[in-house]
């Protein structure tokens, strides 16, 4: 009562399974139950059938030895049952033990006579087996004939119904007469019965345990799935520390893995979401503070100019000037922040044609050699006799990226150093580094300095904007470049990108 009471009936897919367990078991029983009466059937008959013959032909054996014996006489053959013979007694006497011994009514054919033999009252007025009807006269005539046949053509001439064997006796080779046997079929039909009845109490058994393991069954199945269904309505609730501890090695335990694995991706991604509101957020505050800047010097220049509080000629160029200075730095971080955006867009398309790395390097070193010669820095790229260094992708943005690095590599060099940019070739990786001396990068900022608005508080890096570097990312991502820093404070900082063919 416990086990039941714990049971949840509201579950659909409970009751669906118990219900279709259940059909599924009946008509199983019942197929499998009609067609094991039916065989059962089939088979008893045919072992009565074939137990009743082998009686019959034993009998028939017995009879040939000693019921026609050598010495028996015509008057004993022919007479002997007319109730006037003085054998008649003992033969009789005889009959009665012969069914007690073959366990059925027999009769005795005799060939030359066509006499029924009897043990019983004479059922017929005249003892001659051509008095009966055709049916059971085709069935002695059988006999008589030498083959042994099974019949149910005598229940007429019978008390009960009852299936009849009839064997011939053969005596020297030759068929003195035939025996019959008459097995009442009530004897089969009890066999039967108490068949039928133990397989319908099986059955009924059976199914009772087969229903409980149904229910059982039903339960294990349905109680993971439940446990899934609890798991989904939590991450539904935005829960994405839940778990179904469901450990299974079949299809539910691969949904359940599943459900799993997507509580997984839900739970960072729901970190990853507070993470980019926070770089979003930081984002328009960096945003905010870096326009404001110039903005505002742009504005107190042109006020101080309108107000008049300026007037010398000499003062004015050099308000000018500084308007200028900040309307070039404002454009720079404009064109900086629509460049990132774009890269960050991938419905932003980039052309690519087959490139050589040497070349943009020449040209990239060229550009950046006038602030180098600043700080009396020479850029040094190594001249092997391979200098044809091919690729796919955009010129100019290419070119951009390393222009960023040799930007950043000199304004954080001391002055009267080098600057190494090495190209190397294997079969299938194309590798640049660019490598510079210094202060290098500290370790805990190692993972940062490709963020935006990311900037070193040296004083080098004190006009940076801090989206220089994540532009560079940007550009290397669109182009499936691998991009790398390591740094040695003090000694040498590298960047390397491994370009893959």
Same mark, same amino acid.
């Given at each position: 009562?416990i086990f039941?009471?714990?049971?949840?009936f509201?579950n659909?897919i409970f009751?669906?399974?118990?219900?279709y367990f259940?059909?599924?078991?009946?008509?199983?029983?019942?197929?499998?139950?009609?067609?094991?009466?039916?065989?059962?059937?089939?088979?008893?008959?045919?072992l009565? +059938?074939?137990?009743?013959?082998?009686?019959?032909?034993?009998?028939s054996?017995t009879l040939s030895?000693?019921w026609?014996?050598?010495e028996?006489s015509t008057?004993t053959?022919?007479?002997?049952?007319?109730?006037?013979n003085?054998k008649?007694?003992?033969?009789?006497?005889?009959?009665?033990?012969?069914?007690?011994?073959a366990?059925?009514?027999v009769?005795?054919?005799?060939a030359?006579?066509?006499?029924?033999?009897?043990?019983?009252?004479?059922?017929?007025?005249?003892?001659?087996?051509?008095?009966l009807?055709?049916?059971a006269?085709?069935?002695i005539?059988?006999?008589?004939?030498?083959?042994?046949?099974?019949?149910?053509?005598?229940?007429?001439?019978?008390?009960?119904?009852?299936?009849?064997?009839a064997?011939?006796?053969?005596?020297?080779?030759?068929?003195?007469?035939a025996?019959?046997?008459h097995?009442?079929?009530?004897?089969i039909?009890?066999?039967?019965?108490n068949?039928?009845?133990?397989?319908?109490?099986?059955?009924?058994?059976?199914?009772?345990?087969?229903g409980?393991?149904?229910?059982?069954f039903?339960?294990?199945?349905t109680k993971?799935?439940?446990k899934?269904?609890n798991t989904?309505?939590?991450l539904a609730?935005?829960?994405?520390?839940?778990?179904?501890?469901?450990k299974?090695?079949?299809?539910?335990?691969?949904?359940?893995?599943t459900? !799993?694995?997507?509580a997984?991706?839900l739970?960072?991604?729901?970190?990853?979401?507070?993470?980019?509101?926070?770089?979003?957020q !930081?984002?328009?505050?960096?945003?905010?503070?870096?326009?404001r800047?110039?903005?505002?010097?742009?504005?107190?220049?042109?006020?101080?100019?309108?107000?008049?509080?300026?007037?010398?000629?000499?003062?004015i160029a050099e308000?000018h000037?500084?308007v200028?200075?900040e309307?070039?730095?404002?454009?720079k971080?404009i064109?900086?922040?629509?460049d990132?955006? +774009?890269?960050q867009?991938?419905?932003?398309?980039?052309?690519?044609?087959?490139?050589?790395?040497?070349?943009?390097?020449?040209?990239?070193?060229?550009?950046?050699?006038?602030?180098?010669l600043?700080?009396?820095?020479?850029?040094?790229v190594?001249?092997s006799?391979?200098?044809?260094?091919?690729f796919?992708g955009?010129?100019?943005r290419?070119?951009?990226?390393?222009?960023?690095?040799?930007d950043?590599?000199i304004?954080?060099?001391?002055?009267s150093?080098?600057?190494?940019?090495?190209i190397?070739?294997?079969?299938?990786?194309l590798?640049l580094?660019?490598?510079?001396?210094?202060?290098?990068?500290p370790?805990e900022?190692?993972? +940062?300095?490709?963020e935006?608005?990311?900037?070193?508080?040296?004083?080098?890096?004190?006009?940076g904007?801090?989206?220089?570097?994540?532009?560079?990312?940007?550009?290397?991502?669109?182009?499936?470049i691998?991009?790398?820093?390591?740094s040695m404070?003090?000694?040498?900082?590298?960047?390397?990108?491994?370009?893959?063919?």
């Amino acid at each position: 009562m416990i086990f039941f009471k714990k049971l949840k009936f509201k579950n659909k897919i409970f009751i669906k399974l118990v219900f279709y367990f259940g059909v599924s078991l009946l008509l199983f029983s019942i197929a499998t139950g009609s067609l094991f009466a039916y065989m059962f059937m089939r088979n008893t008959v045919n072992l009565n +059938k074939k137990n009743l013959e082998k009686r019959a032909e034993r009998l028939s054996e017995t009879l040939s030895h000693t019921w026609f014996s050598d010495e028996k006489s015509t008057e004993t053959s022919t007479g002997i049952f007319s109730g006037k013979n003085e054998k008649d007694g003992p033969r009789k006497k005889n009959m009665r033990l012969i069914e007690d011994i073959a366990m059925a009514e027999v009769w005795i054919i005799e060939a030359d006579t066509g006499n029924i033999i009897q043990s019983r009252k004479n059922r017929f007025s005249n003892n001659s087996y051509l008095t009966l009807p055709p049916n059971a006269e085709e069935a002695i005539n059988t006999a008589l004939q030498g083959k042994m046949n099974t019949t149910e053509n005598f229940n007429d001439l019978l008390d009960n119904r009852a299936i009849t064997v009839a064997a011939p006796i053969l005596k020297n080779n030759a068929i003195v007469g035939a025996v019959l046997l008459h097995s009442p079929v009530e004897n089969i039909s009890s066999a039967l019965n108490n068949g039928i009845y133990t397989l319908i109490l099986s059955i009924i058994l059976a199914l009772f345990l087969a229903g409980i393991s149904a229910v059982i069954f039903s339960l294990n199945f349905t109680k993971p799935l439940n446990k899934i269904k609890n798991t989904a309505l939590e991450l539904a609730n935005g829960n994405y520390d839940a778990k179904t501890d469901v450990k299974m090695s079949d299809e539910i335990g691969d949904l359940a893995r599943t459900v !799993d694995f997507l509580a997984l991706k839900l739970y960072k991604s729901s970190k990853e979401s507070e993470h980019f509101e926070k770089m979003r957020q !930081d984002f328009i505050i960096n945003v905010s503070h870096e326009l404001r800047t110039p903005v505002t010097v742009i504005r107190g220049s042109m006020e101080a100019i309108c107000d008049g509080i300026v007037s010398s000629e000499s003062q004015i160029a050099e308000y000018h000037q500084q308007v200028l200075s900040e309307s070039i730095h404002l454009q720079k971080l404009i064109n900086d922040l629509i460049d990132l955006s +774009k890269l960050q867009n991938l419905d932003f398309s980039i052309e690519k044609n087959p490139l050589n790395l040497y070349e943009i390097i020449r040209d990239a070193v060229r550009s950046m050699r006038q602030p180098a010669l600043k700080k009396n820095i020479n850029i040094l790229v190594n001249d092997s006799d391979n200098r044809n260094f091919i690729f796919s992708g955009d010129y100019h943005r290419i070119r951009q990226m390393v222009v960023i690095i040799l930007d950043n590599a000199i304004k954080f060099s001391p002055e009267s150093r080098n600057i190494d940019v090495n190209i190397s070739q294997t079969d299938t990786v194309l590798k640049l580094d660019i490598s510079n001396e210094g202060p290098g990068i500290p370790s805990e900022s190692l993972n +940062k300095i490709f963020e935006r608005f990311h900037k070193s508080d040296t004083e080098d890096n004190k006009n940076g904007m801090g989206l220089g570097l994540a532009i560079a990312k940007q550009i290397a991502l669109r182009h499936n470049i691998k991009i790398s820093v390591s740094s040695m404070p003090d000694i040498r900082t590298v960047f390397s990108f491994i370009f893959e063919s």
